[in-house]
């Protein structure tokens, strides 16, 4: 099994930054890519971003797409989330998740999730 957990979450300004961090223990051997999502208040849960161990591919949600970068220290075995120019539209649950499957912004394809680091970002 993997465990996951998230950290770095808070309260921030629009127009501010964060940085998210998961930090993935078990057996992450057998994960091929480490995702970000985030479910807001009566709505879905919906990719942020992810990222693969082995290359480093980066995918983006159209939304964070220049504002967001995911990065991997796999020495750590933990993944980023650098959060630039936050948005009131961001706040959010944010989730960590693991898969074997290099299929980004399909949360069934992830077969494991941290509990979640809150992010809100006032107006």
């Known amino acids: 099994q993997v465990q996951l957990v998230e950290s770095g979450g808070g309260l921030v300004q629009a127009g501010g930054s964060l940085r998210l961090s998961c930090a993935a223990s078990?057996?992450?051997?057998?994960?091929?890519?480490m995702g970000w999502f985030r479910q807001a208040p009566g709505k879905e849960r919906e990719f942020v971003a992810a990222?693969?161990?082995?290359?480093?591919?980066?995918y983006y949600a159209d939304s964070v797409k220049g504002r967001f970068t995911i990065s991997r220290d796999n020495d750590k075995n933990t993944v980023y989330l650098q959060m630039n120019s936050l948005k009131p539209e961001d706040t959010a649950v944010y989730y960590c998740?693991?898969?074997?499957?290099?299929?980004?912004?399909?949360?069934?394809?992830?077969?494991?999730w941290g509990q979640g680091t809150q992010v809100t970002v006032s107006s």
């Open positions: 998740a693991a898969g074997s499957q290099v299929v980004p912004d399909n949360p069934s394809r992830y077969a494991y």
């Open positions: 078990g057996r992450t051997f057998s994960t091929y890519i």
């Open positions: 990222v693969t161990w082995r290359g480093g591919s980066t």
